[in-house]
T-cell receptor
Framework: SQQGEEDPQALSIQEGENATMNCSYKTSINNLQWYRQNSGRGLVHLILIRSNEREKHSGRLRVTLDTSKKSSSLLITASRAADTASYFC???????????????FGKGTKLSVIP | GAVVSQHPSWVICKSGTSVKIECRSLDFQATTMFWYRQFPKQSLMLMATSNEGSKATYEQGVEKDKFLINHASLTLSTLTVTSAHPEDSSFYICSASHGGQTWGDYGYTFGSGTRLTVV
């Protein structure tokens, strides 16, 4: 079953503005990851934040994690037209049935950055 | 960096035929690979977890006999859609983790996906 729920489902901003996407999840997690998907392509791993971390930065990306609220946010600063894509959060949990960690994806936020 | 190669990127097949999709880890060994299905404008749904040398673990609702998964080596997993029907048309994506012993703590690398259209 789906774990993460992104908000908003779609976001349209002007180039140079910041974009904030939120993700909520339901159960305890090992870590939470954010991915980017360009239309019709595979996913690209952006950033991973562990359950004992509260904030992480990578270039223009800033991710926060609040385990008490079971939520995370992804901030993209100084957006560019090339940032146009769908962004998914995914939680990593260990499933004993499969004997491995598995990712459960949210529904995604479609970001459009207007030049 | 870790690279996962997925082929073909798109395929059109006739209803009733079978289609094989390959997923290869090019520069690392992937003990476990994952197969996802994605419908248009929707999220990824995990279909199965593929472990090298053993049977795949399928998610609830995924037909094992229709979606055959083979993970014969540490660098190759295949998904075969058997007796394909139009409702099997979808975007299929594989992924693998390239972490160490606690590899659940690492990001996953995804293939570029396969667009399957059954006519």
């Amino acid at each position: 079953s789906q774990q993460g729920e992104e908000d908003p489902q779609a976001l349209s901003i002007q180039e140079g503005e910041n974009a904030t996407m939120n993700c909520s999840y339901k159960t305890s997690i090992n870590n939470l990851q954010w991915y980017r998907q360009n239309s019709g392509r595979g996913l690209v791993h952006l950033i991973l934040i562990r359950s004992n971390e509260r904030e992480k930065h990578s270039g223009r990306l800033r991710v926060t994690l609040d385990t008490s609220k079971k939520s995370s946010s992804l901030l993209i600063t100084a957006s560019r037209a090339a940032d146009t894509a769908s962004y998914f959060c995914a939680t990593s949990e260990f499933y004993s049935g499969a004997g491995s960690y598995q990712l459960t994806f949210g529904k995604g936020t479609k970001l459009s950055v207007i030049p | 960096g870790a690279v996962v190669s997925q082929h073909p990127s798109w395929v059109i097949c006739k209803s009733g035929t079978s289609v094989k999709i390959e997923c290869r880890s090019l520069d690392f060994q992937a003990t476990t690979m994952f197969w996802y299905r994605q419908f248009p404008k929707q999220s990824l749904m995990l279909m199965a977890t593929s472990n090298e040398g053993s049977k795949a673990t399928y998610e609830q609702g995924v037909e094992k006999d229709k979606f055959l998964i083979n993970h014969a080596s540490l660098t190759l997993s295949t998904l075969t859609v058997t007796s394909a029907h139009p409702e099997d048309s979808s975007f299929y994506i594989c992924s693998a983790s390239h972490g160490g012993q606690t590899w659940g703590d690492y990001g996953y690398t995804f293939g570029s996906g396969t667009r399957l259209t059954v006519v």
